[in-house]
């Protein structure tokens, strides 16, 4: 393509409306424009992107064995009402009313379209197992869409469907997913994690969520250093250790009463008291369906209240406010401690191995030192806390590492859900009526690409990877009235053209900084400048966009170079 004749409309400034840097620099390099909140459209330039992405989708669900359909993103609500989730599934879903005043969404998702389809074609375990997918336009009326194509209300989305006869069938399905969505997201060169999303209560593992790193990502996980654990923060599991009877480091004095005004913190006390966060119990009041309880963990973790939740079995729970708080403590915020309360004590694993602590005193301006367990009666130890970098891997006892991810693509099995609801059958080998069992994949396309960015830019703005990127190959004449100059970058587009590269020629009528500046904020991988100067010596500049590399090469090798440095 000749720049000139493409539209790609690149911006000197950051815009003000955009937060993350991939949305930062898709909006400044020209690739999509808001038409309304949470709705874009794509340019030229982010088309072409989303081409590559969508290709390798493509390759490897076919190759998983999957065969594409399209299927309407315009949805009755009759399906959905079979499937009860068109009163479950709240304003995300965009409704309205055709001319006859029937009942209509925008598709989020296509569970109840696929089942739909699925009951009225497959009769016989001989049409199992199947997998369908598609690459299509999906509508979520998010409340809060941000961060550009991270988190838009509208967008292109591959979600696939799988149909076994069996349990054991559905496995194999889903472990072939899980395999090419690793293929999928390896091809697009990004770093990511699967992350267990959630262990169910069949056992195993039945849903992952394919998380690329990145900073500005909207999920905080953890992952193994030495093993292929990942977890959710929230879902993420505390190494049991096990308690001694007696094994409490720390000598036995009994506790005392210590004075320490205004000190509400425990960063106040501790620098008090001149003991570390790991010395003190923080005691924490927490206002629950089944009452006030109180929490205790140690002074340098944090409570996580979705296992909290679990372990308490209760359906609210909100930390308490001053009047709660002064009603069960007897004392002002900040001096809650487990010695002589009168409500229920639930206390984190790590507590059990410590001795001789710091707590609040239940009165104002008060904390204990040297308390124990034993000055105190604990109703049930349990992991309720975040994890730390400090905590070892679960699995393997492995350094765990915290890090942030984008929510790229999810694998989950579904189970007969859907087909029970909706009433999807076969006949098996003894023509007995079974339930089909399916599993459902997406991945976010945008979110891809968004990931991609986010994952490989600098300041002077993106550095595509080779496979997504929208040209392999930017070539920028210095000069181009002159005819060396012009034949020269002519002969190497027609060539590398011919060669089935993707090729760029940038010949705009603009100076030469503003065209260099844009061929490093679009990210194309390889620059080739051709300059009267280094034409006398029948050279050509390459500069690799990723090392920032500048070498002159022979313009009759130029061919050559860009196979070797393309083909890997
Ligand atoms: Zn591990």
């Not at 290709?55 to 490897?60: A, D, G, L, T």
């Not at 587009?493 to 503003?514: A, M």
Request: aromatic share 8%.
């Amino acid at each position: 393509m000749r720049y000139s004749k493409m539209l790609i409309p690149t911006l000197k400034e950051d815009p003000a409306e955009a937060e993350v840097i991939s949305h930062k620099l898709m909006l400044r390099a020209g690739m999509i424009r808001k038409l309304a909140t949470g709705i874009y459209s794509y340019l030229p330039l982010a088309r072409r992107i989303f081409n590559k992405v969508e290709q390798i989708i493509r390759e490897e669900m076919n190759r998983a064995g999957g065969q594409e359909v399209t299927l309407p993103s315009v949805q009755p609500s009759d399906v959905w009402e079979e499937s009860g989730r068109w009163n479950l599934y709240g304003k995300e879903l965009l409704r309205f009313k055709d001319r006859n005043s029937r009942d209509f969404c925008l598709g989020p998702t296509h569970e109840e379209v696929i089942t739909d389809l699925i009951r009225r074609e497959i009769r016989s375990y001989r049409q199992l197992p199947l997998n369908l997918y598609q690459i299509q336009t999906k509508f979520r009326d998010e409340i809060r869409p941000r961060f550009g194509l991270m988190r838009g209300r509208e967008f292109t989305m591959k979600d696939a469907y799988s149909f076994d006869a069996d349990e054991s069938g559905a496995e194999e399905s889903y472990n072939r997913m899980f395999e090419a969505y690793t293929r999928i997201f390896e091809r697009c060169g990004l770093e990511f994690r699967a992350v267990e999303a959630d262990t169910g209560t069949i056992g195993g593992s039945f849903s992952h969520e394919f998380m690329a790193l990145a900073d500005s990502g909207e999920d905080a996980i953890v992952s193994c250093d030495s093993c292929s654990y990942a977890a959710n923060v929230e879902k993420a599991e505390i190494k049991g250790t096990d308690f001694v009877s007696g094994d409490r480091p720390g000598p036995r004095k009994g506790m005392n009463k210590v004075s320490t005004p205004g000190m509400k913190t425990v960063e106040e006390v501790t620098g008090f008291l001149k003991v570390t966060s790991r010395d003190l119990v923080k005691t924490l009041i927490y206002e629950t369906d089944k009452g006030a309880v109180a929490i205790l963990v140690r002074g340098d973790h944090e409570v996580n209240e979705a296992k909290l939740r679990s372990v308490l079995g209760c359906n609210e729970l909100s930390l308490a406010g001053d009047e709660t708080i002064s009603e069960v403590t007897h004392a002002p915020r900040g001096f809650a401690g487990p010695v002589g309360l009168g409500i229920s004590i639930t206390a984190d694993n790590a507590v059990r191995q410590m001795s001789g602590f710091v707590t609040g005193g239940n009165e104002g301006d008060v904390h204990f030192t040297n308390v124990n367990l034993d000055d105190f009666k604990v109703n049930a130890f349990a992991d309720i806390r975040m994890v730390t970098k400090d905590d070892p891997c679960p699995r393997c006892n492995g350094k765990l590492r915290l890090s942030r991810g984008i929510e790229v693509g999810h694998v989950f099995k579904l189970g007969t859900k859907y087909s029970e609801a909706l009433g999807a059958t076969f006949l098996d080998a003894n023509g007995k009526e079974q339930l089909i069992v399916m599993g459902c994949y997406g991945i976010g396309v945008g979110r891809t690409v968004a990931a991609a960015i986010e994952q490989n830019h600098d300041k002077d703005g993106i550095i595509f990877p080779v496979p997504i990127a929208p040209f392999q190959v930017l070539i920028l004449p210095i000069n181009i009235d002159k005819n060396e100059v012009r034949d020269t970058s002519e002969f190497l587009y027609r060539s590398l053209n011919e060669e089935g590269y993707d090729v760029l020629l940038d010949d705009r009528d603009e100076s030469p900084g503003i065209r260099f500046k844009d061929a490093d904020l679009i990210g194309i991988p390889i620059r080739l400048t051709v300059s009267k100067r280094t034409l006398k010596e029948d050279m050509v500049e390459l500069k690799s966009r990723r090392t920032g590399e500048v070498v002159l090469i022979n313009k009759d090798s130029v061919l050559d170079e860009i196979r070797k440095r393309l083909s890997g």
